[in-house]
DNA sequence: ACCGTACCGTACCGTACGTTACGGTTGGTT
DNA sequence: AACCAACCGTAACGTACGGTACGGTACGGT
């Protein structure tokens, strides 16, 4: 191993990172019928690895959702000449890129065994495949946007008493109705030109709502 | 049979109501876990019967959300004396409504069942778990909604161009991110003072958007 | 009294799948 | 060469559960 000083961390070899791999893209394409059979086959692995690496079926799925996760981390925002026009690209690029995180396939799969997950007891365990998409969906969404409000306010173009309602709110614009029903399975394709429109009308009607 | 004139009709006897409300507790407390055998057990019926009412195991679940759906019809809404007070009674309304289904413990199962199943191929079927829900939730929620915004622009209360994207921008106002998190297993109680809240505050949002 | 219908309870079957066990191959170390 | 660890492929085991079969009971009609 390269660095092992981590304390309890993935340290995934490369490996293990095309098995999951393959069982995300299994997990895309089949959702939660995924069995451990058809990982080893298309990931080449021997099911006998497969437990050793991660225990059990539940740990594959884990291990699987905070790949991930650990993919997609965003990108902050500079502090230096924040302005109006600043904040509005901020606001827009925020939905934007949620929008088009949500509306992925992949996304989509992975909320879904999150949800059916959340329905099976067994919660509580940390590896809580629910609370890991909360973390890595919703929750760190709102960390991510919280210094760009608080500048916002700073800046004397928001005004709001708690980050988290503004940001709760900021939230329902974007996405309205589009998670569910895409969890559902409605199908509903959102194009890049739409989802570039939705983000402004969400950004713009946001402002409106939370100007001083 | 009584009357076997209608074309394919649920004509549910009483005994299959009792056996879908047993199915419907089920659901409550186990999710999908749920299992004929076990749902015979709670009904003090025999699996026989089971199959001979619903077909398969996908029969009763569909059965089971359209029992729940057909419990839960809205009430319209009155023509006469609509004036700015009424719409925000009735928007006010709405939002409660919609707030208090959607954290009940049957909604977030019926939905965990619906977008699990959602991931299970075999869609098209029209006996669809998630078109069902959709149809039954966002969906009879716009219908619900839509002549109440109307009223609103006939009597100049509010200016959109499409009925529905207004509709949708007061689903996200109202929902924001509770429904996803209560799906996804986030503890999250929303107690009835909160509803309340919620509902005035998504409303007095929405007119601001929505002024003429 | 006889029969048909509808139903309960339960035993049973088939299968899918999680999990384990094992024999064989490879590649690195001594 | 000998050895060992890591891994592949596959066979096998156990079980949960969907679905079926069947015997037994209650009841209304004739």
Known sequence: MKSDLEISETALTERQKDVLDAALALLVEAG????????ARRASCSK??????????????????QW????????????????????????????????????GKISVALNRVAVTHAGTDK?????????????????A??????????????????KFEHADEAFRTFFGLVVRDVQIRLLLGDRYELSETAIERDAKRATEQFLILYKP
Not at 75 to 102: C, K, N, Q, T
Not at 123 to 139: Q, T
Not at 141 to 158: D, S
Request: no cysteine; net charge negative; charged share 30%.
């Open 123 to 139: 919660h509580e365990l940390d590896r809580d495949l629910g609370g890991i998409v909360l973390e890595n969906g919703p929750f």
């Open 32 to 39: 939660d019928k995924l069995t451990m059979t058809s990982v």
């Open 48 to 65: 006998e690895s497969l437990y050793k690496w991660f225990g059990d079926r539940d740990g594959l799925l884990t291990a699987t959702v």
């Open 141 to 158: 969404m709102a960390r991510r946007l919280e210094p760009v409000l608080l500048l916002g306010r700073e800046a004397g173009l928001l």
């Open 68 to 103: 991930q996760a650990s993919k997609v981390r965003g990108v902050p925002v500079s502090r230096d000449a924040f302005d109006r026009d600043a904040l509005i690209i901020g606001l827009e690029r925020f939905a934007a890129d949620w929008l088009r995180v949500l509306s």
